[in-house]
């Protein structure tokens, strides 16, 4: 071992030269192991800085409900968003789909996204991502090479593509992953809708890959880290559940009458909304199924009901035209009306005009929507599957309702509109239940995880062996 003149140490955490002071460099054998140097000097890891975000196939600015774009783009923004405000510094890398977009957006102080050029400058499908996954990965360790030794405290990378990135990063930089599934492809496989397409078996083997890089897995429910427990092998001690939020502020109670009003809905109607892509995933057609046979059995329903839908086509499922000729072929094209995706204030007053917002996915592993639409107040039926049974509470704040059988809705929805004081319960309850899912639990729940992966890595580090470049 070299030895060098007592002086404070200085540490590189990836062995790069250290300017303007003369140097002995002591065994660096890698960048991960130059990283453990530094910790195990130092036990006690300054405050997390800075956090590498990665959203391959889809960006936070993205609007929600049309493409591939839903409640993971609202949860990355989110947290992202508040992560920031807290002090911590957050880029988000994503792949560019258009070239009207700069590298680099600032967000807010301290929140910027990176738009990634891997592949085409147009939407992709997601089958056909996998193929820019070395374009995508080159550029990330480009970004972070050009920046100062150890620029990134951790990575948190969202969906499965993004965490074969992830794994990466971890390895090239010798720092924690944090990984968010937010859907997987055995549980969709299990739920399929008619006629949809099965994820392919190379997805569902990337994810099993990315459970075994990940240094700790972030489920949104209960439900899904048993999924990933027993269908994915995960160890049960780096499985945090760490429930999405919904912002308080923006969904609240608030004049259906107004709401109506500003949106331009017939007065005196009774709204069953479905907010989401247009897909059979997320069911939309059950709406309309449920309606003919409500006005069918209840011809006097037909004066009192509409059913509105927001949401655009995603993939190759179905899209609105679709759906439009559904509700002729039903005989309740003049009970339907389709509104393009909203977000913010708008997609606020749909929730406030509703009477009932209908959710009736064959799999969720949280369900967003739901949320939003019980804080506005608005109670939910929604399909008793995956994460929609903690969303809701069932029998406070919405109903839950057993496999996907339109008639069963229909009789569900009639006997929720027809009792007025059933409706004011459950809505009071929403906007209970509602009020445990604010976004400073969630961001404090995610900042509990990263510090104790950071914690779990200064540990590790301290057993192996130190690695120093003295001064």
Known sequence: MATAQPAPPVFDNRAREVKSVPEIVVSVPSRAAASRSSVARFPRRPPLRRVAMLSLHTSPVEQPGVGDAGGMNVYVMELSRRLAAKGVEVEVFTRARSGDVPAI??????????????GPLEPLPKADLPSQLCAFTAAVLRAEAAREPGWYDLVHSHYWLSGQVGWLAKERWGVPLVHSMHTLAKVKNAALAEGDSPE???RAIGEAQVVDAADRLIANTEAEARELIELYAAD???????APGVDLDLYRPGSRAAAMARLG??????????????????APDLVIRA???????????????IAVVVGGASGLGAGPGDLERLAGDLGVADLVRFERPATGVRLADFYRAASVTVVPSYSESFGLVALESQACGTPVVAARVGGLVTTIDDGR??????GHDPACYAEVLTNLLSDADLRRSLSTGAVAHAAEFG?????????????????AAARENTEGQPVAVWR
Do not use: C
């Open 265 to 282: 809905l017939p007065a005196g109607r009774e709204v069953m909304l479905f907010v989401g892509r247009i897909q059979p995933l997320k």
């Open 105 to 118: 957006e600032e967000i807010e102080p301290g929140f910027t996204v990176r738009n990634v050029i891997a």
């Open 236 to 242: 049960p001690a780096a499985v945090a559940v760490v």
């Open 397 to 402: 704040s919405g109903i839950l309702v057993d």
């Open 291 to 305: 309606l003919a046979d409500m006005v069918g059995r209840h011809p006097a329903l037909r004066e009192r009901l």
């Open 439 to 455: 976004w400073d639990r969630t961001v404090n729940g995610v900042l509990d995880v990263y510090a104790d992966v950071l914690r």
């Open 200 to 202: 392919p078996s190379a």
